[in-house]
């Protein structure tokens, strides 16, 4: 099971729950983008600033190492949802969990644009708004559910049905990106720039890149 990031001592951006939801929103991109695009949202909370927000080299180098891992695992079908973010009947909806969503969500509307390029299968459009909706249930389950009662919404699953099923959606849209940017001739989301054939693989596996996720 995944690990949520360990955060530098001096980080002084958002909580690591919601760290995790950002990067995997980052890892749902069906095109590549250059990470400097989203980075700031991982200090800010996606709060514009009137200065642009720069991460020092060494805070950006945890945060990207963690998001080529979530990429590893999901390609090799070995990534699960860190533990505190469970969701659990008699719990609910976790402060964690809230945080986690935020950041899928703040991260997004990088994203969205580019999947509104794609030719999608009936299968992924579904698996992709019941993502977003997920996320936005998660944040405010009574606004959501308000929304959409007024946008003459029916038939929609319960949120305690659609919140177990959140690691599937994610791992779901993530590889859907994958093959999109795969058949369309462009890099894999996380082209390990910063990986050596002969470094240890970013996924944890003890193997070196070349006889792992590099192959």
Known sequence: MTELVTLPADWEGMP??????????????????????????????????????L????????????????????????????HVLDWQPDTGVTEDLRYFAEGFLAVWPYIEPNWGEQP?????????????????????????????????????????????????????????ADELQQGGGAQAVNPYKTVGRNDDCPCGSGKKFKQCCGQ
């Not at 929103?25 to 400097?36: C, V």
Request: proline share 8%; charged share 20%.
């Open 55 to 82: 991460l020092p080299e060494a805070q950006k180098k945890v945060l990207l190492a963690h998001f080529e891992l979530q990429y590893c695992r999901m390609k090799a079908g070995e990534y699960q949802l860190p």
């Open 16 to 53: 690591a729950s919601f760290i995790e939801g950002a990067l995997l929103a980052a890892n749902a991109n069906p095109k590549p983008m250059e990470p400097e695009i989203w980075l700031p949202v991982l200090l800010t909370g996606g709060v514009v600033e009137e200065e642009p927000v």
């Open 120 to 176: 999608l299968s009936d299968g992924t459009m579904r698996m992709l708004s019941a993502l977003l909706t997920t996320c936005m249930l998660l944040v405010d389950e009574a606004g959501t559910l308000a929304q959409m009662q007024e946008a003459g919404v029916e038939r929609m699953p319960a949120p305690e049905a659609l919140y177990p099923q959140l690691g599937l959606m994610l791992n779901e849209v993530v590889m859907a």
